[in-house]
T-cell receptor, first 117, second 110 residues
Framework: DGGITQSPKYLFRKEGQNVTLSCEQN?????MYWYRQDPGQGLRLIYY???????QKGDIAEGYSVSREKKESFPLTVTSAQKNPTAFYLC????????????????FGEGSRLTVL | GENVEQHPSTLSVQEGDSAVIKCTYS??????FPWYKQELGKRPQLIID?????GEKKDQRIAVTLNKTAKHFSLHITETQPEDSAVYFC?????????FGSGTRLQVQP
């Protein structure tokens, strides 16, 4: 069954701790993304990666880090430097681009809800 | 960078009425404009999208219109049903990612 798997679904963290959210896809998609969702603010882009071993900062990258060592995996680390990490985190991927098109449909995982205690 | 504004933030309609959600964007290079629906506790899912080479696209009860000159696009839902109740997000592409609007919570009253 193809798709995007995020884990854990719920995570609690103490202040000052780093935490890593997992995102795995078996869709053979090249591009992967991390978004943060807060109430009333929509989805904000944290990081994205077009190919293995390459990634770019999004609009709110401060306090986060990522890696892309494998095509299937794009983990997100929420570091202690992130001032307000409590949020719902969504991972997504897109299939290869059509010629002349830079962006296609995003396929989302089910999300990870992080709460800082 | 790209900025996407979405209005209204909440919308309540009676079953069978139409609903319209509007978005504006700032980057004239944007050429892809999708709409996502997110039901409570679920992941966002694409419901319709439009590219800059067309002005309107329709799929059954939903349609999207695009005015590139004015940099705005709209989602139209006709004959609304209770199952249309959800949060709707517009988006526009920037570089190789999507920038989303802040969302519209649509409530369809039976």
């Amino acid at each position: 069954d193809g798709g995007i798997t995020q884990s854990p679904k719920y995570l609690f963290r103490k202040e000052g701790q780093n935490v890593t959210l997992s995102c795995e896809q078996n869709l053979n998609h090249d591009a992967m993304y991390w978004y943060r969702q807060d109430p009333g603010q929509g989805l904000r882009l944290i990081y994205y990666s077009q190919i293995v071993n390459d990634f770019q900062k999004g609009d709110i990258a401060e306090g986060y880090s990522v890696s892309r060592e494998k095509k299937e995996s794009f983990p997100l680390t929420v570091t202690s430097a992130q001032k307000n990490p409590t949020a719902f985190y969504l991972c997504a991927s897109t299939p290869p681009r059509d010629r002349g098109s830079n962006t296609g449909e995003l396929f989302f995982g089910e999300g990870s809800r992080l709460t800082v205690l | 960078g790209e900025n996407v504004e979405q209005h209204p933030s909440t919308l309540s309609v009676q079953e069978g009425d139409s609903a319209v959600i509007k978005c504006t964007y700032s980057d004239s290079a944007s050429n892809y404009f999708p709409w996502y629906k997110q039901e409570l506790g679920k992941r966002p899912q694409l419901i319709i999208d439009i590219r800059s080479n067309v002005g309107e696209k329709k799929d059954q009860r939903i349609a999207v219109t695009l005015n590139k000159t004015a940099k705005h696009f709209s989602l139209h839902i006709t004959e609304t049903q209770p199952e249309d109740s959800a949060v709707y997000f517009c988006a526009a592409n920037r570089r190789r990612a999507l920038t989303f609007g802040s969302g519209t919570r649509l409530q369809v009253q039976p």
